[in-house]
């Protein structure tokens, strides 16, 4: 290894080891009784770090939960339906199997989470799929929480592996997952997916290729009005009866425009090829001592840190070298996100990943609207006491 200030090369025996990935991202308390826990997958250890995070969340006073399961694309069911325990009462349906040749099987909750009291909300976009779909429906159909985000992917499909002969393996679609007010959660493979009830053309499998293009496309990423249900597909939740719709995916309760006015391909560039990892690395390299001693603690960091002017420039350094050619407009735009990355990855790099997702979520709309509803008293008016 060559490091700087050491003028010979430097050599480490490195054995190899098994490397344990986690299920949890981050879990902090996001306010004095509001604690938050992000779920990035759905794994064989993801119940029991959530329990852990859990109770070390109520030992601090936390009364209300946000689960985050922005771009969680699933995993595990045994995981998913561990998780949905955590916060339903005995014998409330999670989630059931059914298909043309296969039997329906039910999965029940057992009664023995550790949250089924307290406020709770799920955070999701259209990147989370599978378990936290799964998970997600539970919740809303039994009235349990609200949702906040933009309607799930849609991916619902039980498959089952069959080796052949030379080797491969076909995985057969033998039923799909449905939650426990009936609806499917895998969209469509044909043009029946529209929301709006219109059917027919061809191209199924391309158009279910291009769905998610096509939701921002006609306006569904940025426009709540532009969201249209067919009567059809209009179910009743399990306890309070209030309308949910079905049609592939789970529709939140409280919509969050996606945030394109920061997003542009400048700041795409930059991330792609490497250069806000780099101009971290290179910033940390020359000042981690100095952080050290200015910030003992996040909290006076997430106070008090900037992103100067040097580390701009010396972004932009980087920038030039890796050919990207600089846009005054698109630089401006995207400045606000560009340093808040920044100041996540150098947190991150400081401290872990909670303190990373402490700086970016204070720029997250949807966790800005899961806490607008937890104290403005939007949670009660959705979830009334019984």
């Not at 542009?264 to 000042?287: C, F, M, P, S």
């Not at 008090?304 to 972004?315: P, Q, S």
């Not at 932009?316 to 995207?334: G, H, M, P, V």
């Amino acid at each position: 290894v060559v490091r700087r200030g050491v003028e010979d090369s430097l050599f480490f025996k490195v054995k190899r080891d098994k490397i344990t990935i986690l299920s949890l991202e981050a879990s902090y308390m996001i306010q004095t009784q509001t604690g938050y826990i992000r779920v990035n997958r759905f794994g064989a250890t993801t119940a029991e770090e959530f329990v852990k995070a859990l109770k070390a969340l109520q030992k601090k006073g936390m009364k209300d939960l946000i689960l985050d399961l922005q771009g969680n694309g699933g995993g595990y069911l045994n995981a998913a339906i561990d998780l949905a325990n955590e916060f339903l009462q005995q014998k409330e349906l999670i989630v059931y199997t059914e298909g043309r040749a296969a039997r329906r099987s039910d999965f029940f909750a057992k009664g023995t989470g550790n949250f089924k009291q307290g406020r709770l909300v799920v955070l999701v976009d259209e990147y989370s799929a599978s378990a936290s779909e799964i998970v997600t429906g539970a919740v809303q159909d039994w009235d349990r929480g609200v949702v906040v985000g933009r309607r799930t992917f849609g991916k619902g499909l039980v498959q089952r592996p069959l080796d052949l002969p030379d080797g491969s393996m076909i995985r057969l679609t033998v039923a799909r997952y449905y939650t426990p007010s009936g609806r499917c959660i895998q969209k469509p493979y044909d043009n029946t997916a529209n929301l709006d009830g219109r059917t027919g053309g061809e191209g199924g499998q391309e158009k279910y290729n291009q769905e998610l293009t096509d939701r921002f496309n006609h306006g569904e990423m940025i426009h709540a009005d532009s969201i249209h249900f067919a009567d059809s597909l209009k179910v009743r939740t399990k306890r309070m009866e209030r309308i949910v719709y079905g049609g592939g995916g789970i529709m939140p309760d409280f919509f969050v425009p996606i945030d394109t006015t920061r997003y542009t391909d400048y700041h795409r560039n930059l991330v792609a090829k490497g250069v806000v990892i780099k101009g971290v690395a290179k910033y940390i390299e020359k000042r981690r001592k100095e952080l050290q001693n200015l910030y003992k603690k996040f909290e006076a960091f997430n106070e008090k840190f900037e992103i100067d002017d040097e580390m701009l420039a010396g972004l932009r350094t980087l920038a030039d070298n890796e050919k990207i050619a600089f846009n005054e407009e698109q630089y401006s735009r995207s400045l606000p996100l560009i340093k808040t990355q920044l100041k996540a990855l150098i947190a991150r790099d400081l401290w872990d990943m909670n303190e990373y997702f402490q700086v970016m979520n204070a720029t997250n709309s949807s966790v800005d609207q899961a806490l607008k509803i937890l104290n403005e008293g939007k949670y009660e008016e959705t979830i009334k006491a019984e």
